[in-house]
């Protein structure tokens, strides 16, 4: 069972350049999540699903793109990279809205 | 707005008790959440409470008063391996994880 797994874990981006970052899960869990973390601060909810066709913002959505074409992947696009888009990306993924989150194994990304 | 405030960072000696006070202001509450984070890892589920008291597993104990707005994470018998940041996450009205920054725990011998 491999629960959440995210690709890749380390990119580097140039400034307006563009990549998706992977995730699938074998939970068949209806809820996935989208954060990114920064040094000192709380998680933040980019985007999120909570079933196949379904996506939301999140708090902090400019800049990203999601799709939630099957449960198993929930795919996030970075469209025109810039500095502030620098950050640890997680993937997650809960059965329902009330139950505890499975992460992914972060990609650190640096655009430069 | 909404606020989870926890300390930065906390020191603590092998083999001794520390408490990790989590206190929040969200637009209703619907249950908090305790995860562990080593350095360059993913958050892993620790405790859940949903209702006032204390929630005991092995080493690690939660605690919450809803009317105060306040949890704890109780860790006894501390181990070097418990070295890592603890993230106190409450679920707010809209059911959407609210985080706290993070207590960095450092464990010396």
């Known amino acids: 069972n491999a629960g959440v797994t995210q690709t890749p874990k380390f990119r580097i981006l140039k400034i307006g350049q563009s990549m998706t970052l992977q995730c699938t899960q074998d939970m068949n869990h209806n809820y996935m999540y989208w954060y990114r973390q920064d040094p000192g601060m709380g998680l933040k909810l980019i985007y999120y699903s909570v079933g196949a066709g379904i996506t939301d913002k999140g708090e902090v959505p400019n800049g990203y793109n999601v799709s939630r074409s099957t449960t198993e992947d929930f795919p996030l696009r970075l469209e025109l990279a810039a500095p502030s888009q620098t950050s640890v990306y997680f993937c997650?993924?809960?059965?329902?809205?009330?139950?505890?989150?499975?992460f992914g194994s972060g990609t650190q990304l640096s655009v430069l | 707005g909404q606020n989870i405030d926890q300390p930065t960072e906390m020191t603590a000696t092998e083999g001794a008790i520390v408490q990790i006070n989590c206190t929040y202001q969200?637009?209703?509450?619907?249950?908090l959440f305790w995860y562990q984070q080593h350095a360059g890892e993913a958050p892993t589920f620790l405790s859940y409470n949903v209702l006032d008291g204390l929630e005991e597993k092995g080493r690690f104990s939660s605690f919450l008063s809803r009317s105060k707005g306040y949890s704890y994470l109780l860790l006894k018998e501390l181990q070097m391996k418990d070295s890592a940041s603890y993230l106190c996450?409450?679920?707010?009205?809209?059911?959407?994880?609210?985080w706290g920054a993070g207590t960095k725990l450092i464990i010396k011998p």
């Open positions: 996450a409450v679920r707010d009205s809209n059911y959407q994880l609210i």
């Open positions: 997650a993924s809960s059965y329902t809205e009330n139950e505890k989150l499975f």
């Open positions: 969200t637009s209703g509450f619907n249950g």
